[in-house]
């Protein structure tokens, strides 16, 4: 293995220069260089996408693929075309025909040798930044800033990246300065800013630079094939699972120091009572008394990884408090890790009172929120009757629900990008009797149908389920099967589109590795589809009362991948229609434009997604001071007046009213009064999810008082479902 690698390597001296791939660089940065196991994992990923009995669209490594290959991995590295210029890509050149070949044979070489002018260029670039912070600026002209280039060609020569880091670094400056920095201010954190981002490319390593290879190859497969080196792959099943085993504390690295940004409740950071928000991490021990490493200057990954262990092992963690200096006194706490539950993504709960009306009754509806469909899938194989559940959660939520006796129920999945298609298929089952839910179409053709096999639900009256473009994947199987069951309405905007399955695969359980050394893939197994036939994929899920689009089709969701698969349907499968909302659609949708008119956030949210989309669509921003000043000040006058009419007409406030823009990256703010002001933004007025539950009460009120439209909506066959009373 060695030897090929070698071999790869002196074959590419001859189209680059040594001093390419060997020079440290100003950052000090050490040359990196693929591995033998890098060799075994890219064999290992490209065997099992090759192969049709595990992928569901297999690619030949052919000259096309090798070409989708190189284009997908300058655009990991250069997306937005700020570093490479047009004769660096031409310098690539002869590399465009081996990258499929390179993932074959185990020989990611190419990759290392691009990424070694990456990181000069990067170098380069940062030097040339931090050059010009030193001269003053003339934000008088009309120059404008084009800080979207995905589409644009790359750069001629350096005087054209010149001039694209010039305006990048005026727009930075306007920035701090209408936030009131002064120029020593601004250079002071633009210089530490440029720096820092040297420094991050610099840190990065041979594991970094071979799954951003790897990962290029996996989306020329298709969009959602991915790799998980090791680390990230317990970084996905932690996520999957809501929880992790450790201390209890998010961190941020501001600087060279890691911080803490929040104490988990519940963790043992937050029991044992020493550590708080805003506290400096300087050195990890190991056991009660190992060593205490230093880690100033690490990546934050680093550091966690050391935080991390085994539950009941215990890590010493030396810090500075958040309230002395930087130079203030060290101390050590010791800490029994533990396993912590993640309940910031966990389903949530509230209700909203929907007023009287015209002769309608005051209604209380009560609202779920899933931000994913998780699930602990190892604690449920340790144990069955006992683990982290999306569908387990929001069944104890209808509980209470019914206990409140509230009189429907909205399930909010808007930003639901996915998750478990077992959770999908079972929570379906809180809501219909035994049926299927979903159809899956393997790459041979073969069908099955997931079903729910439960008897009884948990929840039989009146419900809506809220969707938007980031509801995906398993959220529009569940919203899919609702409106084809004729159990829900469908709430706000058309769905992302994605209609296709994915399955980790431990790529270690194949060379018999003791640990994880090799990572897992996520890969594309089959295709979903509805109930009625029909796939989501590119479609979505197309609601019954839309909301006005925050996003358009072409710029967000499945139909934006140049490689997605194309729609299609296969036949449809028996199952019960509870109701037909048809009927009621056009009462509902008179309902809901006459409120909507007459309620002040539902204009203010429309008003500022038509202001976005018009602002996202010049792709540009004015680099003329009295321009931008006049926009920022047209910005806060709006935020003041519309928070003076929510205190004139007894609204909820918004408790962001009188935040403005301070030109500065979540990195350079204060670490704690930041995560203040991300729990604060949780409560900001919600209008289109208090609409979606005024919509719900109205389709309540419509059916109880009108029986011959609730024997249209509601057959005879739906008496088990509540929907009127």
């Given at each position: 293995?060695?030897?090929?690698?070698?071999?790869?390597?002196?074959?590419?001296?001859?189209?680059?220069?040594?001093?390419?791939?060997?020079?440290?660089?100003?950052?000090?940065?050490?040359?990196?260089?693929?591995?033998?196991?890098?060799?075994?994992?890219?064999?290992?990923?490209?065997?099992?996408?090759?192969?049709?009995?595990?992928?569901?669209?297999?690619?030949?490594?052919?000259?096309?693929?090798?070409?989708?290959?190189?284009?997908?991995?300058?655009?990991?590295?250069?997306?937005?075309?700020?570093?490479?210029?047009?004769?660096?890509?031409?310098?690539?050149?002869?590399?465009?025909?081996?990258?499929?070949?390179?993932?074959?044979?185990?020989?990611?070489?190419?990759?290392?040798?691009?990424?070694?002018?990456?990181?000069?260029?990067?170098?380069?670039?940062?030097?040339y930044a931090r050059g010009l912070l030193a001269q003053e600026f003339d934000f008088t002209g009309n120059e404008r800033w084009e800080y979207d280039r995905k589409d644009a060609p790359w750069a001629p020569d350096e005087a054209a990246l010149d001039d694209l880091w010039r305006k990048s670094v005026m727009n930075d400056w306007l920035r701090l300065k209408l936030a009131g920095k002064a120029p020593e201010e601004i250079r002071k954190t633009l210089d530490k800013r440029y720096a820092q981002l040297g420094k991050s490319v610099a840190e990065l390593k041979s594991e970094?630079?071979?799954?951003?290879?790897?990962?290029?190859?996996?989306?020329?497969?298709?969009?959602?094939?991915?790799?998980?080196?090791?680390?990230?792959?317990?970084?996905?099943?932690?996520?999957?699972?809501?929880?992790?085993?450790?201390?209890?504390?998010?961190?941020?690295?501001?600087?060279?120091?890691?911080?803490?940004?929040?104490?988990?409740?519940?963790?043992?950071?937050?029991?044992?009572?020493?550590?708080?928000?805003?506290?400096?991490?300087?050195?990890?021990?190991?056991?009660?008394?190992?060593?205490?490493?230093?880690?100033?200057?690490?990546?934050?990954?680093?550091?966690?990884?050391?935080?991390?262990?085994?539950?009941?092992?215990?890590?010493?963690?030396?810090?500075?408090?958040?309230?002395?200096?930087?130079?203030?006194?060290?101390?050590?706490?010791?800490?029994?890790?533990?396993?912590?539950?993640?309940?910031?993504?966990?389903?949530?709960?509230?209700?909203?009172?929907?007023?009287?009306?015209?002769?309608?009754?005051?209604?209380?509806?009560?609202?779920?929120?899933?931000?994913?469909?998780?699930?602990?899938?190892?604690?449920?194989?340790?144990?069955?009757?006992?683990?982290?559940?999306?569908?387990?959660?929001?069944?104890?939520?209808?509980?209470?629900?019914?206990?409140?006796?509230?009189?429907?129920?909205?399930?909010?999945?808007?930003?639901?990008?996915?998750?478990?298609?077992?959770?999908?298929?079972?929570?379906?089952?809180?809501?219909?009797?035994?049926?299927?839910?979903?159809?899956?179409?393997?790459?041979?053709?073969?069908?099955?149908?997931?079903?729910?096999?439960?008897?009884?639900?948990?929840?039989?009256?009146?419900?809506?389920?809220?969707?938007?473009?980031?509801?995906?994947?398993?959220?529009?199987?569940?919203?899919?099967?609702?409106?084809?069951?004729?159990?829900?309405l469908i709430i706000g905007e058309t769905t992302f589109g994605k209609g296709t399955v994915q399955n980790l695969v431990d790529l270690d359980r194949w060379p018999a590795a003791e640990g994880p050394r090799f990572g897992q893939v996520k890969l594309t197994i089959a295709q979903f589809f509805r109930i009625s036939g029909s796939s989501t994929q590119h479609k979505g899920v197309v609601p019954d009362i839309a909301y006005p689009l925050s996003v358009d089709a072409n710029e967000f969701g499945e139909s934006t991948y140049d490689n997605a698969l194309p729609w299609t349907r296969i036949a449809e499968v028996p199952h019960q229609r509870y109701g037909n909302f048809a009927p009621l659609l056009p009462r509902l949708q008179e309902l809901h434009a006459r409120r909507i008119a007459e309620d002040l956030e539902f204009q203010w949210w429309s008003e500022d997604v038509a202001h976005y989309r018009a602002e996202a669509a010049k792709k540009y921003l004015s680099l003329n001071e009295a321009e931008r000043r006049a926009e920022r000040e047209r910005q806060e006058r709006q935020r003041k007046e519309r928070q003076a009419i929510r205190k004139e007409k007894g609204l909820d406030l918004d408790p962001l009213a009188d935040e403005t823009d301070d030109g500065l990256t979540a990195a350079e703010r204060d670490v704690v009064k930041d995560a203040q002001r991300e729990k604060a933004a949780e409560k900001r007025p919600d209008p289109l999810q208090r609409e979606a539950a005024a919509i719900l009460a109205d389709a309540i009120n419509l059916l109880e008082q009108d029986q011959p439209l609730s024997a249209q909506v509601l057959p005879l066959t739906a008496s088990a479902m509540r929907w009127a009373k």
């Open positions: 293995m060695k030897s090929r690698i070698t071999a790869a390597l002196l074959a590419l001296l001859l189209v680059v220069p040594v001093a390419l791939l060997a020079r440290s660089g100003a950052t000090g940065a050490v040359a990196l260089a693929p591995t033998p196991e890098q060799a075994t994992t890219s064999r290992l990923v490209y065997g099992l996408l090759s192969d049709s009995r595990y992928a569901y669209r297999p690619r030949p490594a052919d000259a096309t693929m090798s070409e989708d290959i190189f284009r997908r991995y300058l655009e990991a590295l250069d997306g937005n075309k700020q570093f490479f210029t047009a004769a660096d890509v031409e310098r690539f050149a002869p590399y465009r025909a081996r990258m499929a070949d390179a993932v074959r044979e185990g020989d990611p070489s190419p990759a290392f040798a691009i990424f070694a002018v990456y990181r000069e260029r990067v170098e380069q670039r940062v030097a970094d630079v071979f799954s951003l290879f790897l990962n290029a190859y996996t989306a020329s497969i298709d969009p959602h094939t991915d790799y998980l080196n090791p680390r990230s792959a317990e970084n996905f099943n932690q996520a999957m699972s809501l929880s992790l085993e450790g201390i209890g504390a998010q961190l941020q690295r501001q600087d060279d120091v890691v911080v803490i940004r929040e104490i988990i409740p519940g963790g043992p950071a937050a029991l044992d009572g020493t550590l708080k928000a805003g506290d400096r991490i300087v050195g990890v021990g190991q056991g009660a008394s190992g060593p205490i490493e230093d880690v100033i200057g690490w990546r934050i990954d680093d550091v966690v990884a050391k935080i991390r262990g085994p539950k009941g092992t215990k890590v010493r963690l030396e810090y500075i408090p958040a309230e002395a200096g930087v130079d203030g006194e060290h101390r050590v706490v010791t800490l029994t890790r533990a396993r912590v539950q993640l309940s910031e993504q966990a389903a949530k709960s509230k209700t909203y009172t929907i007023p009287a009306q015209d002769g309608r009754p005051a209604r209380v509806i009560g609202v779920i929120e899933l931000p994913t469909f998780y699930q602990d899938f190892e604690g449920r194989r340790r144990n069955g009757n006992d683990y982290t559940s999306a569908t387990r959660d929001v069944a104890r939520l209808l509980g209470e629900f019914k206990q409140k006796g509230v009189d429907g129920v909205v399930l909010d999945l808007r930003n639901n990008g996915g998750g478990s298609l077992d959770e999908a298929v079972q929570l379906t089952g809180l809501f219909v009797d035994t049926g299927p839910v979903v159809q899956v179409r393997e790459s041979g053709g073969r069908v099955t149908v997931n079903s729910d096999r439960n008897p009884g639900v948990a929840w039989d009256g009146p419900l809506a389920v809220l969707v938007n473009r980031a509801s995906a994947s398993a959220s529009e199987i569940f919203a899919g099967a609702m409106q084809d069951y004729g159990r829900a």
